[in-house]
Each structure stands twice: as C-alpha cells, then as structure tokens.
C-alpha cells in the first residue's frame, strides 16, 4: 500500500534534471565569460540558462499537477 503522503516521481523527471544540469552548464560559461570580460558572450550564456530553467519550471508544473 502507497503512503497517502508519498507521490511517486512523475514521468519527465529526468528530462527536467537534463534542462535543469544545461542551465548550470551555461552558468559556468556566464561566470567564464564575465571574468574574461566578454559581455556579449556572458549574455547569451544567460538567456540560454534563463532559457533553460524556464524549460524545467514549466516541465516542473506539468508534472506536479
């Protein structure tokens, strides 16, 4: 018998860590990228992981309801 309190994972979890571990790559190459001092470099690294955890929290909302 399932614990009431206990929701088993729902299908997409995986993919939703892959987003999730893309947007903590493109943090790094933001973090490089402004140590070098290469502005447009360190903001397209940052839409792509804005882009990317936005992938995820939508995954995220999908999945929880």
């Known amino acids: 018998m399932m614990d009431a309190k206990r929701r088993p ?3 997409g979890a995986a993919e939703l860590v892959f987003h ?5 790559r493109y ?5 490089d990228a402004s ?8 903001r397209k690294a940052l839409r792509r992981a804005i882009g ?3 992938v995820a929290r939508a995954m995220f909302r999908t999945g929880a309801e």
């Open 35 to 42: 140590a070098n001092g290469d502005k447009a470099a360190a």
């Open 9 to 11: 994972g729902f299908a």
């Open 27 to 31: 943090l790094k190459e933001l973090c």
């Open 20 to 24: 999730a571990e893309a947007a903590m």
């Open 52 to 54: 990317e955890l936005e």
